[in-house]
């Protein structure tokens, strides 16, 4: 594979890819109403070609799949063999569904195109966005729509701020990085996302902040978690923390996501995603 993402391929090949194919299906019971929002936005419509982008464990091209019947076909583009991996076995018996490891910032999609381009978080990872969006654009059939689902900025997304505040005021904060550097957060900013889809030549872009819960299983899952992945996991890593200190992280995170808690015990944490849409021409 190319090294023009080279550091996002070793990270999601080594790093972040093992610790979500390990989370398993939590992560998409908690993304569940997330992706139902998606899936609404961007309408999937019998016999389409869809190609979703970050496919990842394949969480969103069974939903696309549904929705395109047998008469259409989803490609599920990612460069994580592990989750890829996940996403292949979940597919078994699908013919019109296949899963591509590739990195969409340059793939040669050849003579393919697409209806919709669909992504569930998987387009934040880009070290040169306006040439992925630009080769992604080239793909898409002339009546094609481009709908996609990023984070919204930490700040309205508390079940990631709780627990990174929480490692900041015990370990430091992170080192200084630019705020658009590849990474969950970088599409949190509405004008930079839409410069981006403007410069490689999209049109009819929206960007519409949507208000979703994610459920988790519980408080202990979701301090779980959150010692793991985001920016609160990242931080902890980044700092080398040991087991006691992850074990001591995870207790705070407990204690301060309990607020969350429903009667079931199941977890609803506010949080914020920015849904885009935007067409080709
Ligand atoms: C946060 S995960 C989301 C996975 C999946 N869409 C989901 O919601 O469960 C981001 C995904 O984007 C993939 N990714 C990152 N950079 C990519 C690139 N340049 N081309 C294709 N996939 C990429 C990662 O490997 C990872 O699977």
Redesign the pocket.
């Known amino acids: 594979m190319s090294e023009?993402?080279a550091a996002?391929?070793s990270y999601?090949?080594e790093v972040?890819?093992p610790k979500?194919v390990r989370i398993g299906d939590e992560?998409?019971a908690r993304?569940v109403r997330i992706?139902e929002a998606l899936m609404a936005q961007a309408s999937p419509q019998p016999g389409a070609r869809v190609l979703?982008?970050?496919?990842?464990?394949?969480?969103?091209a069974w939903p696309l799949a549904r929705a395109v019947g047998a008469g259409g076909m989803v490609t599920g583009?990612?460069?994580?063999a592990p989750?890829?991996g996940v996403a292949r076995a979940r597919g078994a018996g699908h013919p019109n569904v296949s899963f591509l490891e590739?990195?969409?910032?340059?793939?040669d999609f050849g003579a393919q195109r697409f209806d919709l381009l669909c992504?569930?978080?998987?387009?934040?990872?880009?070290?040169d966005p306006v040439a992925?969006f630009a080769n992604l654009r080239r793909a898409m059939a002339p009546a094609g729509r481009l709908c996609f689902?990023c984070w919204a900025p930490l700040a309205a997304n508390p079940h990631w701020a709780i627990p990174f505040e929480i490692v900041v005021a015990a370990l430091g904060p992170p080192a200084p990085r630019h705020p658009h550097a590849?990474g969950?957060m970088a599409f949190s900013d509405p004008d930079y996302v839409t410069g981006i889809l403007q410069a490689a030549g999209f049109t009819h872009i929206a960007v519409t902040p949507t208000n979703i819960p994610i459920i988790g299983r519980s408080v202990a899952e979701e301090a779980r978690i959150a010692g793991v992945l985001g920016p609160s996991g990242a931080l902890l890593d980044e700092k080398q923390a040991d087991a006691d200190m992850r074990a001591a992280m995870q207790t705070q995170f407990a204690t301060a996501l309990s607020a969350f808690a429903q009667a079931d015990g199941s977890v609803a944490s506010p949080a914020c995603v920015h849904i885009v849409t935007a067409r080709p021409q």
């Open positions: 023009v993402n996002q391929i999601w090949n972040a890819g979500w992560m998409d993304f992706t979703d982008i970050g496919a990842g464990t394949g969480a969103t583009i990612d460069i994580s989750m890829l590739a990195d969409a910032q340059i793939h992504s569930r978080f998987g387009v934040m990872f880009f070290g992925a689902a590849p969950p």
